[in-house]
């Protein structure tokens, strides 16, 4: 049994706070049981060269933990350090991101995502993911570009195998325990926008990933009702 | 007058949350107005090299704001472009603190403090002072360091020189106007520790300087109040 | 009909030249069609820090293109514009060899991976790791680490979806119009060790996957074959 | 009794060479002391971005310090290394000499700063400013910028507390035994540009502050007799 | 004797591969004995802002090792590490490509030289100009560039002395033990380009000079005799 | 006629400086002409890691020019951009001095050589190697290393080729319109150290070389006679 008594299909306790800074056009704050992230999003009317007088938004996304977020301090990442994991997360918002809009629709504008971690209890990157969603929902919206603009909803969680057993939304305890861990993100279809499946202990079967992709749907299901109702909140 | 009838006396309305953060042995949020702060405190058991069998500690500061804090976004600091601002307002913050503390009852442990300034709205690097001392007071109880080790209460504020007018605690609004602008890190007894004056528009006058001082720790002993409720309310 | 008449299942013309350089232990270029890597492996007799003391190896991996590999000349990566890409891709690179071996049987040594690109035609990060298990193979055999320190074969490919198509081992052109795109390691047994599929245009569906995981096995055991080959031929 | 017989109101002996170096239209070398630093300004045809077609000049400063030029021999600074003092410092400058100047005054043209310690012996930062208004001047006058961009005359001095004597004009040696030290930067009115005060070892009254004022204004007002002169002196 | 039984102003087998990459208008592999390089040209429609509007061409080289190029790993330079070694060795390639070639018939086109060492064994920068000169030829002729905007023949060979003895083209071996060693750039005159000679380990005498102009003469000539033949092989 | 009717064969006026700095054990001014060079050796208790126990010392040499010594104002090397040029002229310097010193003789300390420009006018490499073997006889000095650690006196100078004239010690002007340049280091036996030649607008044959070697030697004999009287003046 998980800590709390959680099934092993049960998300964490999730809460969606929208409009959480002042400045931005879209922001909230979501939390998955101990997990914190700030989501933002700023646009501007500029886009990089290759875009100028194509009449075509662009979209990118940074990822980054604060420092005090993890149990043993992260270091800063200036310089040439950046490590590779903050990269390699920012990458996955972005493109997934880029999934959920037609940015045809956005002019001449770029779309900034910052997802920065405020604490880390595992499943930060799929929370960024579900977090920005609501974020740049809300950002468009400010600047009255329609509702078209987004093609679909969506949204992400993480899956493991601890132990031989399936289990959703992995804490930090959970996830450096386990064989192989999943990130997916899906639409509002239950089509798969992204699917990263490590087998960082063991290998797995296809059967074993057919469990991971229907626990990953109810999860991210769930989480689609929450990001629903932070929109509406507003 | 000054927006929402503030006397040019009077601080903004001021919050200090402690224990906001789960895996910090010491932090806080502080709020100064729509500045908003996370002071965190860490402690590990290993001093730089020039310290070592000195018997001694030693105590460093970071500051960086998120990148959606400000109206405009800030690009986060990567690399060689890491924005002089930020540099010299951590070494400020960690000769400050330092001052609060007497590292030889420390022995041989690095006291990391990270300020990460969430949304900015005037006056983050003395929020951030004032908030490190409560984080720095809450990281040594729980290390179980004696309370002489903190050797005097410290607290800081801004005040300003606005059109002719002094004017304590600015908002960015009010800073972007000034003639002159102060940042002051005084004791509980009413000394100085560390004062800084620009004229960035326009010089000013000794008289006005004793003005500046004046305003300055009437503020800094409110907020001082604040950091013994946070302390207490543990 | 692809070209070159191949069909939708079949894996490009694939060659494994083993000892390919002088003055490393293992190395291979391995040619998948036009894509050439060059991937070698050295042996260092010390671990990082934290391994030390152990009795544990280390295994890390390096991925790079020749500026002349690609048709649009790539930058060289000095400084701090490494790219996310290639950080990226050596990630992947050695978290799927630490899976091929039991790195305590290696003792205090790092094993470095370096594959670099000579020239790319798609699927340079499969190649580079279906050629990476034979240049390391041949150098543990080199520094007379017992065979059993290989736990298991690994091979890699890629797979896509173009235009509702399913096809195996795409070269760029087609790689470049590709609704969705798949890389794959797996073990001799058809387990799975690396599953990464992104819907770059279009979100796929789980029956869609399934025909994805059956075409990446049938093209990783061929080249498996080959590896086999390879490492005969010594 | 200080070294030399310097009385604690007394400044080192001084001297401005104007017109040091042949190539820039304004320079000079000043000593205090055995402090000695190289003042060069430049000027160019040119503003960043943010100041295109404002008819409005620029003005910018860096600092730094020959290797050879402290007693412990200083690393370069290349890289992220960039020490967080000298942008401190060249910061300080700028804000300082931009005081003394109407960039409206300048059309849109860059003016450089450079000031290189060539050897250190305390007070380099208060020396650089001081001998940048010279350099300044008689760069305007080499491009004919009319007499009244300069608005004021601003020199600056270093004074510190000295087991609890007030001394102006601190060496290495004094300044490392400081409980507090001071930097000042006046007008020829005596009015302040800039005040920095930092209780290092101890914090400080606003009495001390007082004195300190009127001992760097006397120190102040005798190197803006020297400057005088050197301006004279072309 | 040299291994191999090699006189003293011999080279070693060489070999020049015209054509080794699809992508790039003009490439070879250059092999001389064990050393391998990858020579390869790409043309861009453009040129570095100072030149714009010149009608003039540019032509710039880099230069670098894939890590297990040599008997100990090298380490990717990225980053600020970048080895002075390469720097150094670009520029060289660079200066001596530009006076084979006259970019006043090249139009506002940038050259650019990639040399990537594949295996060292010694003489990697000569054989890099050496290979550079055929894959510049058949990238020009590639651009329908007129044959003459190359107005010379160059080539390039390395020379040492050993033991008093001076001997051509040497290898690593003899290279490591070597008193003096030079580089040296001719044209098909028997001109010199560049000339570097260094006494490493002992002083040379004008003499020794006069000999080791001699053996490079003879080493380039035979070279020269390959280069065409690769020319001629298209 | 060259400007202020300089013979081809002679050297610009030339002053050596001993103990230019109060902090270093040895250092010089150097000027020739317009040239100005502060040369600094900085002598200290350790060596790098790959000489620990091997009893014998390090030498290692910087150089850099100040922003305000060129006609145009040069960038200060920050971060990546360090110039290729810099690098490569302080490899020379410190294979040069290297060449004049016995390292087993120096116990296990590293000798640090700084060459500062302080002012350009051509020549500024050959100047700080002459410059730069006062400074190291006079650090050696300080230190008490014994005589017989410097092996042999060293001494530097450039030549041209201009316009079909062999010219010795060209300032900035004649070097900008030579057609070859020569930067030559010999000993006080007229062997040569170092020689570079570089046909940067036209090959050169082996008798103008002839020519630059004993105009070269001539100007090297001379500034040694220099290098000693600086000694003496002790």
Redesign the interface.
């Known amino acids: 049994m998980r800590a709390q008594n959680r099934a092993n299909n049960q998300i964490r306790e999730a809460v969606i706070i929208p409009h959480y ?4 056009p879209g ?1 909230v704050l979501i939390q998955l049981g ?1 997990t914190k992230v ?1 989501c ?1 999003v ?1 646009i ?1 009317d500029k886009v990089p060269p290759f875009l100028r007088n194509s009449n075509q938004g662009w979209l990118t996304a ?1 990822y ?1 933990m ?6 043993v ?1 992260t270091q ?5 350090s ?1 490590q ?2 903050s ?2 997360i ?2 996955l918002i972005g ?1 997934s991101l880029r ?1 959920a809009i037609d940015l045809s629709q956005c002019k001449e504008r770029t779309i ?1 995502i ?1 997802c ?1 971690v ?2 880390a ?1 595992g499943g930060t990157r799929t929370a960024s993911i579900t977090g920005a969603f609501v974020a740049l929902s809300l950002a468009l919206k400010a600047f009255q570009i329609p509702d078209s603009a987004i093609i ?1 909803q969506i949204g992400s969680i993480s899956v493991g195998i601890v132990k031989g057993e399936i289990m959703l939304d992995l804490d930090y305890n959970e996830d450096s325990g386990a064989d192989a861990d999943f990130n997916l993100v ?2 509002n ?1 239950g ?10 202990k063991k ?4 059967n074993e ?2 469990t991971v ?1 229907s626990y990953g749907k109810k999860g991210i299901f769930e989480l689609m009702e929450l990001q629903k109702k932070a929109l509406l909140a507003i």
């Open positions: 800074l002042d400045h931005m922001s101990k700030i933002a700023n501007e940074e980054a604060l420092p005090s977020s993890t149990p301090r800063r990442e200036y310089g040439v950046r590779g994991r990269i390699e920012q990458r493109r999934n900034q910052d920065d405020i604490q209890d679909r899906m639409d279809n089509e798969i926008i992204e699917l990263q499946g490590t087998g960082e290998p797995f079967s296809s990933l057919e992709l």
